[in-house]
């Protein structure tokens, strides 16, 4: 296969390696042509500099070259630059092309999914083009990817046969694929499990122990389901690899940017003290909001959420958020 992966971060070069070592024709594009120019000198990622990438894989900071003759357009920037990627890749899209979402979050205006902004950025291109969109997540931290370690994923589309065909690209022997036609309810776990693993962050920076990160992860998946089924999810997405999956892995693992920046919070820092110091995108962060529109929207309540909003836009502490959760009024577990 042809594929471009657009976007040159850590998510988006960890695809690239593994699909050109399992024999794909990659093209990496970003943006920005000092990461272009520094990638075709050093074949290294700033990120990974240990990890030397193949050298068949070809890089361009031209995005007709990037799209043009490809079959597979993996989108690996962060969410808020979805919009402008599909909006810049647009004139240039072929028939019959498939666009791979891989970023997670909720866009704030339109409280889209990231592949629902795709779609809604081409508009009439999608059936004058005959494009498919699909949503590739779970629970995958590229520095594992990157490495050949295994782990398992999700292909996701509405399409099942184009679910599948994702499938087929992506399954190797270090990434077991699984298909999916809940778009919906993979995309919702991915963007608002980042929100749980800020929190859960947070309690390792107050060292309160495992006990209280376990009750953490089991409400915090409970309340992302709630929603989810009220959107018209599949309830049983959110009990598989997109949702319990990658919730456990991005609450716990010291890959995870999002528990990462909850850490530092815990021990004080200000969010945008903790963002820069991880000194990526942290997604949990972004999707906040979004999150909480939903939840008024809908009437669903998101606790969790919620305590984490108190303490990222609310100027509550750390220690405030642990006692909203455990002060709250008495209830039956759903």
């Keep these: 296969m042809k594929i471009s992966i657009l976007g040159a971060g850590t998510w988006g070069i960890a695809l690239a390696k593994m699909l050109c ?22 074949h290294i990622h700033p990120i990974f500099p240990d990890i030397k990438l193949p050298d068949e894989l070809s890089y361009t900071a031209d995005i007709e070259t990037a ?16 919009r402008s990627t599909a909006k810049t890749a647009a004139p240039y899209l072929e028939q019959g092309q498939i666009l ?9 205006a339109t ?84 929100i749980i693993a800020l929190a859960s962050g947070v309690l390792s920076g107050l060292d309160l122990g495992d006990n209280i990160k376990a009750a953490l ?3 915090g998946l409970a309340e992302i389901k709630r929603l989810g089924v009220k959107l018209g999810c599949c309830e049983q997405t959110f009990y598989g690899l997109a949702g319990m999956g990658d ?22 820092k200000t ?17 906040i909001k979004p999150a909480m529109r939903l939840s008024k929207e809908t009437g669903v309540e998101l606790p969790i959420i919620s305590a984490v909003n108190s303490v990222i836009y609310e100027g509550a502490s750390p220690a405030d958020m642990v006692d909203q959760l455990m002060q709250r009024s008495k209830r039956s577990e759903i």
């Design 271 to 287: 969010p945008q003290e903790a963002t820069k110091e991880v000194g990526m995108v942290v997604e949990g962060i972004n999707a």
């Design 100 to 108: 791979v979402s891989v970023a997670k979050g909720i866009e704030e």
């Design 111 to 194: 409280l889209f999914s990231m592949t629902e902004v795709i779609e809604d950025e081409l508009g009439d291109l999608v059936k004058e083009k005959g494009l498919k969109i699909a949503a590739l997540s779970g629970p995958t931290h590229a520095e594992e990817v990157i490495r050949s370690i295994p782990t398992t994923i999700i292909s996701a589309c509405q399409d099942e046969k184009t679910a599948m065909f994702i499938q087929e690209i992506f399954m190797n022997t270090c990434m077991r694929v699984y298909t999916n036609t809940d778009i919906k309810g993979v995309e919702l776990c991915g963007a608002l499990k980042n």
């Design 21 to 42: 070592v399992s024999g794909h024709d990659v093209t990496v594009w970003s943006a920005l042509p000092n990461e272009i120019d520094n990638l075709n000198a050093t």
């Design 217 to 219: 992860i089991t409400r």
């Design 67 to 82: 799209c043009k003759g490809r079959n597979v357009l993996i989108v690996a920037v962060p969410s808020p630059f979805i």
């Design 247 to 268: 919730l456990i892995v991005t609450c716990l693992s010291v890959h995870s940017r999002n528990y990462n920046a909850g850490i530092l919070i815990g021990r004080g």
